[in-house]
C-alpha cells in the first residue's frame, strides 16, 4: 500500500543554516504530496504541497519539490530561524487510496540561536 | 483559519479504565472527522473515519469495540478507549474536513495517552 519515509530526526541546527528534511513515498496512483508543521501545543499545520510531478510547493522559505523519477518530496529552507522549530510531517494522498492521508512519523527540528 | 479544539492534551489512566478524548471544529462544521494514532518513531496512522450521524468506518486492524467513536454534531467528535491497556499508550490525534479539497483538513493538536 502507499507509505511516507521520511528523516528521522531529530534535527538540531543553528540559526540561518540550511535545512533539508528528506521524504520519499511509495505510492500506485499518483498522489498528491504534503508537508505539515506541528508548532508546540498546536495542531498540524498545512505547509505546502505539490499536486504533480515536478511541481515545486513553497510557503514561509520552505520548499519541496514533487520528483516522480526518485519518488521524493525533500523539504527545504535556505535559513532557519528559532521560530521553524517544530516537527514536520511528510504526507501523500491518493485518489486510488480513497484520498485517505498517510503520513511518516514526522521529523523533530530545533533551531538553536 | 479554521480551528480544531481536542481535550485532554494528555492523560494518564490505570489500566481497565476508560478515556474519552474529545474533538471540536470551532468555528466550522465538519462533516468528516478522522481519527489518527501515532506510536513512537512511526508514521501517524489512521485509524477511524467519521461522519456526523452515521458509523465510523474503521481501519483494518483496529478494534471498533474498543475504540468507540461519535460523531454526534457537525462541530464534535469523540473517542473513547475502552477498558485501556498500556500497550493503548499512544498519541492520539484527530482532524476535520470543511469541504472535498485536500487542502481543507485541519488537526487537533493531539491527546498523549498513558496507561499505567
Known amino acids: 500500500g502507499d507509505s511516507v519515509t521520511q528523516m528521522e530526526g531529530p534535527v538540531t541546527l543553528s540559526e540561518e543554516a540550511f535545512l533539508t528534511i528528506n521524504c520519499t513515498y511509495t505510492?500506485?496512483?499518483?498522489?498528491?504530496l504534503f508537508w505539515y508543521v506541528q508548532y508546540p501545543g498546536e495542531g498540524l499545520q498545512l505547509l505546502l504541497k505539490a499536486t504533480k510531478a515536478d511541481d515545486k510547493g513553497s510557503n514561509k522559505g520552505f520548499e519541496a519539490t514533487y520528483r516522480k523519477e526518485t519518488t521524493s518530496f525533500h523539504l527545504e529552507k535556505g535559513s532557519v530561524q528559532v521560530s521553524d522549530s517544530a516537527v514536520y510531517f511528510c504526507a501523500l494522498s491518493d485518489i486510488f487510496n480513497n484520498n485517505d492521508m498517510r503520513f511518516g512519523a514526522g521529523t523533530r527540528l530545533t533551531v538553536k540561536p | 483559519g479554521a480551528v480544531v479544539s481536542q481535550h485532554p492534551s494528555w492523560v494518564i489512566c490505570k489500566s481497565g479504565t476508560s478515556v474519552k478524548i474529545e474533538c471540536r471544529s470551532l468555528d466550522f462544521q465538519a462533516t468528516t472527522m478522522f481519527w489518527y494514532r501515532q506510536f513512537p518513531k512511526q508514521s501517524l496512522m489512521l485509524m477511524a473515519t467519521?461522519?456526523?450521524?452515521?458509523?465510523?468506518?474503521?481501519e483494518q486492524g483496529v478494534e471498533k469495540d474498543k475504540f468507540l467513536i461519535n460523531h454526534a454534531s457537525l462541530t464534535l467528535s469523540t473517542l473513547t478507549v475502552t477498558s485501556a491497556h498500556p500497550e493503548d499508550s499512544s498519541f492520539y490525534i484527530c482532524?476535520?474536513?470543511?469541504?472535498?479539497?485536500?487542502?481543507?483538513?485541519?488537526f487537533g493538536s493531539g491527546t498523549q495517552l498513558s496507561v499505567l
Open positions: 467519521s461522519n456526523e450521524g452515521s458509523k465510523a468506518t474503521y
Open positions: 482532524s476535520a474536513r470543511t469541504g472535498t479539497g485536500l487542502e481543507k483538513l485541519f
Open positions: 505510492a500506485t496512483g499518483y498522489p498528491s
